[in-house]
């Protein structure tokens, strides 16, 4: 079974850092593109960044870029945010996902990590 | 930048059909997935590739996709239906949802 675990969210000042990190069990992570979903309270879904499946292909939505880097380690089954420069915008639920087959629709997620940035 | 909308709210009567639309500047030309999301739950795909429903998904989940309009039906909507749906497409390998619509189950 497919399992998706994030971990690293809290809370932090406008300005500051925080790094998230998903841990992958139940498939070969190392197969699949893997992306990231957050959610603003009350709000809709956005995709932050993605990542191929050998990390040599990082894209990433207009409002994170330069901020936000998205990464991975095969031998972990872990993908990795790293978020610089935070703002009160980017408080969210983020979410790791698994993008599959060819149309690239996310078929797994895990459960979610809050992100608060206020001082 | 690339826009998907859909109406904020679809009120539908138990074992009647709910429709659910997602617009966009050639939609037909991309994929479209829908993903269903309850209070405090992670999202679930109901639909990708426009049509395709995953394994588990009851089959009065289907999806169409054509022109400037995806389309998400639920036929025979149950209570249990009662959430929100998102569609999504990448455009230049960056993925875009739509506004979302919230599903009432009167």
């Known amino acids: 079974e497919v399992h998706l675990v994030e971990s690293g969210g809290g809370l932090v000042q406008p300005g500051g850092s925080l790094r998230l990190s998903c841990a992958a069990s139940g498939f070969t992570f190392s197969f699949y593109w893997m992306t990231w979903v957050r959610q603003a309270p009350g709000k809709g879904l956005e995709c932050v960044a993605n990542a191929k499946q050998d990390g040599s292909e990082k894209f990433y939505v207009d409002s994170v870029k330069g901020r936000f880097t998205i990464s991975r380690d095969n031998a972990k089954n872990s993908l990795y945010l790293q978020m610089n420069s935070l703002r009160a915008e980017d408080t969210a639920v983020y979410y790791c996902?698994?993008?599959?087959?060819?149309?690239?629709?996310?078929?797994?997620w895990g459960q979610g990590t809050l992100v608060s940035v206020s001082s | 930048s690339y826009e998907l909308t859909q109406p904020p709210s679809v009120s539908v009567s138990p074992g009647q059909t709910a429709s659910i639309t997602c617009s966009g500047d050639?939609?037909?030309?991309?994929?479209v997935s829908w993903y269903q999301q309850k209070p405090g739950q992670s999202p679930v795909v109901v639909i990708y590739q426009d049509t395709e429903r995953p394994s588990g998904i009851p089959e009065r989940f289907s999806g169409s996709n054509s022109g400037n309009t995806a389309t998400l039906t639920i036929s025979g909507t149950q209570a249990m239906d009662e959430a929100d749906y998102y569609c999504?497409?990448?455009?230049?390998?960056?993925?875009?949802f739509g506004t979302g619509t919230k599903v009432t189950v009167l």
């Open positions: 996902a698994r993008l599959a087959g060819s149309s690239w629709y996310m078929d797994s």
């Open positions: 999504q497409a990448w455009v230049s390998s960056t993925g875009v």
């Open positions: 050639k939609l037909g030309d991309k994929f």
